[in-house]
């Protein structure tokens, strides 16, 4: 039983169901496709604007926004290669396979992980290069301060949130359950919920609040209705914690329950 | 070989499992035999590793579960509930089982033709019958060529040439020199395959012993007699020192005796017989003795 063996199985579980190739290319099509759209009348309006309206608009917002649903499919893809185990049942085939649960869910962690961190890489550049040629001429360059680390850290998000997915999965031991608490989270719970002020102060420290904070798609920070308590590179830590936390609790649950 | 030693397992306040030790010997089908919820599926699971025991230990050739080298070339087991995605096609599922274990792509082919599933490799799981399933996933626990094989209530979902299949299966594994451990809660399915029996009721081990001496332990053979005069039969028979009992349909079940005997003493005594049948020893007799007896003794007893 090595790891190249595990890698071997985990890789053709995954590309043998059409679902989890569906959500990858998802991922993609959404944010570069919507990253087009929306950079396209920003930038329209932004090249129209006066200094004054300007100052409040962000062109990285533009750019990037398109991730808020791009994650989505991401999310549930790390929550399919994980949960679809359980969904199916095939959890008992993969143990009586690899018995041993931590050589099981490494295995699994890092083939979903040499996926989904690929797929991230190529979204957010792609995202990027097609969002700022449409933003027009005032588009943010590689060269401008925060931009570097905006697409880095964009990278590093997406693949962070499919770890955390893939750790809650393991967790709940269910993909409905998971794409239950997963999906309000990431998509209603926090984008709605952090405009409330007084709910903010716990709401910038969900995982998304935290790691979107570094891509300029929370809104302005010298808007106290937007500012973080923290800094961007912070707030990725604490998205690497909710993660980090995710996945110890997968491999507790996967080690005390029975299959 | 598979050893079990004081296996339980408690949910709750149940003990599903309650102190259990037996051996599964190589070169013969044992049979595993019980009522429904008896607690074989979860014996079985523990075995595998895939539940956790609250007591006792079990070695498949002198290692637990978890610690054999690539499992699959060791142990290959057929689990009651269904192991398959359903939008993963037969050919894939054993190919990514297979690659887990590095065993060889052409094996995979080789299974499929043992399991009748060559012409359907190619097909999605989800649209498989039962039958088709239950084949898919005897292929799966031959995958590795193990020595020892586990299967839980095989012949669940077969139609008759599948059952059939199945039985000449166990029991060439077996001839090869494998451990086939077999679970069922139909006797007279063991009957014809098993050569050993272990019985569990409610979770108790009830009896491990040959299907023969199993039938002869529940049942004695006797031979039945009907006759329209069964007081005087009976007096014969006394006299003769044969033990005899009146069944509730009043015909009369005698001990320790054959047929001809029988017709020998009525011929003598000028009795009419109607109905003399050898009675031999029943499986279902013995099995139903045994598994009554253990739920009596449970309910009284704590």
Redesign the interface.
């Known amino acids: 039983m090595t790891v190249t063996a595990i890698l071997r199985s985990e890789w053709t579980k995954i590309r043998t169901v059409p679902s989890t190739v569906w959500t990858l290319l998802l991922t993609f099509a959404l944010s570069v496709g919507l990253g087009y759209l929306l950079a396209n009348s920003m930038g329209d309006s932004y090249a129209t604007a006066s200094p004054e309206r300007r100052a409040t608009l962000d062109p990285l917002f533009a750019t990037f926004y398109s991730l808020t649903l791009g994650q989505l499919p991401l999310v549930v893809f790390g929550v399919l290669v994980v949960g679809g185990e359980y969904g199916s049942g095939t959890i008992r085939a993969s143990l009586l396979a690899v018995p041993r649960r931590g050589r099981f869910y490494g295995g699994k962690l890092l083939a979903g992980t040499a996926l989904a961190f690929p797929v991230s890489v190529i979204t957010v550049l792609a995202t990027f290069f097609v969002a700022t040629s449409a933003f027009g001429p005032d588009a943010p360059s590689l060269r401008d301060e925060g931009v570097p680390s905006a697409v880095v850290g964009a990278c590093l998000y997406l693949t962070l949130i499919c770890l955390f997915a893939m750790g809650v999965a393991t967790m709940l031991r269910s993909p409905t359950r998971s794409l239950g608490i997963l999906l309000p989270l990431l998509f209603l719970g926090s984008q709605g919920l952090g405009n409330v002020p007084g709910v903010k102060a716990f709401t910038q420290y969900l995982p998304d609040q935290a790691g979107m904070l570094i891509m300029h798609i929370v809104g302005p920070q010298d808007d106290p209705r937007w500012a973080r308590d923290y800094g961007p590179w912070t707030g990725m830590g604490i998205l690497a914690l909710w993660t980090i936390a995710a996945l110890l609790g997968g491999h507790l649950v996967l080690r005390r329950r029975d299959a | 070989m598979i050893e079990v030693e004081n296996l339980s397992k408690r949910y709750g306040n149940t003990l599903a499992v309650d102190g259990v030790s037996f051996t599964v010997r190589p070169g013969r089908v044992t049979g595993f035999l019980g009522p429904n919820g008896a607690g074989k599926s979860t014996t079985m699971?523990m075995i595998?590793?895939?539940?956790?025991p609250t007591g006792g230990r079990v070695r498949i050739d002198g290692r637990s579960?978890?610690e054999?080298?690539?499992?699959?070339r060791r142990a290959g087991?057929l689990?009651e509930?269904?192991?398959?995605?359903?939008?993963?096609?037969a050919y894939?599922?054993l190919?990514?089982?297979a690659?887990?274990?590095?065993i060889p792509k052409s094996r995979v082919r080789e299974v499929l033709r043992l399991a009748g599933l060559e012409g359907v490799a190619g097909k999605r799981a989800g649209r498989f019958s039962l039958g088709m399933t239950q084949r898919l996933g005897i292929a799966?626990a031959l995958l590795g060529d193990p020595p020892v094989l586990l299967f839980d209530e095989p012949v669940n979902g077969l139609d008759p040439e599948g059952v059939l299949w199945i039985r000449n299966l166990l029991k060439g594994l077996a001839a090869e020199g494998r451990t086939v451990f077999v679970s069922s809660h139909l006797i007279s399915e063991m009957a014809l395959t098993a050569g050993h029996l272990i019985v569990l009721a409610r979770g108790r081990l009830l009896a491990d012993t040959s299907v023969q001496e199993f039938a002869e332990s529940g049942a004695r053979p006797h031979v039945r007699i009907r006759t329209p005069e069964p007081e005087r039969m009976r007096d014969v028979l006394a006299a003769e020192g044969l033990p005899v009992k009146q069944a509730d349909d009043g015909a009369l079940e005698v001990y320790d005796t054959a047929p001809e005997r029988i017709g020998q003493l009525a011929l003598a005594h000028g009795l009419v017989v109607s109905e003399t049948t050898l009675r031999s020893a029943s499986l279902e007799e013995a099995f139903m003795r045994l598994t009554g007896d253990s739920v009596e003794y449970r309910g009284g007893g704590r």
């Open positions: 699971r595998l590793d895939l539940d956790r579960y978890r054999l080298p690539d499992p699959l087991a689990l509930a269904k192991a398959l995605h359903n939008r993963r096609s894939h599922h190919l990514w089982l690659q887990s274990n590095r799966a």
